[in-house]
């Protein structure tokens, strides 16, 4: 048996893990903040419980992630201060932004965040580590679905060029 045989969690993270990991946690609690301050620019009801539920999925992965690295002695990176609730209307209009535009942000962050999923799960050579970010990974798919249904709906979604090209 070597070092690396047994239960995962009781084998030691590699520097890349534990940098992914930290990374992933400052990232996320950006993100969990900026999501509080974009919940009150939010006018329609639809996108403010899309923008809630990727607060609360983000919350839950920091949970997640922090308590792995406690448990690995690596320190946290700072959290920034909850964002206090404002009323739409407070908010002036040139200074708001536009639901559409925070539509948007969700999806580009979601699809980021895909992107930054698979390449902790790739290069992780604790199985815990990959399975946390397989899930994480299965989560944030099943919300960039949810989040493109919401584009389409609205009549936000701008698509790229359409390719209709039919062979004869």
């Not at 996320?28 to 974009?38: D, F, R, S």
Request: with cysteine; hydrophobic share 40%.
């Amino acid at each position: 048996m070597g070092i690396l045989s047994g239960d995962p969690k009781n084998e030691p993270m590699h520097y890349g893990e534990v940098f992914g990991i930290w990374t992933a946690v400052m990232t996320t609690k950006g993100k969990v903040a900026g999501y509080q301050a974009l919940k009150n620019h939010v006018g329609d009801e639809d996108l403010k419980k899309l923008v809630e539920e990727a607060i609360r999925q983000g919350q839950q992965e920091l949970n997640e992630m922090e308590a792995l690295l406690k448990e690995n002695g690596v320190g946290l990176p700072p959290t920034p201060p909850d964002r206090p609730a404002a009323e739409l209307n407070d908010i002036p209009t040139g200074a708001r932004f536009m639901d559409q535009e925070v539509a948007a942000m969700l999806s580009a962050d979601t699809a980021a965040s895909l992107v930054a999923c698979s390449s902790i799960m790739g290069e992780s050579i604790r199985e815990d580590i990959g399975m946390m970010f397989g899930s994480f990974h299965t989560q944030k798919a099943a919300f960039g679905v949810k989040v493109l249904r919401l584009n389409k709906e609205k009549g936000w979604l701008i698509p790229p060029p359409l390719h209709s090209f039919k062979a004869e």
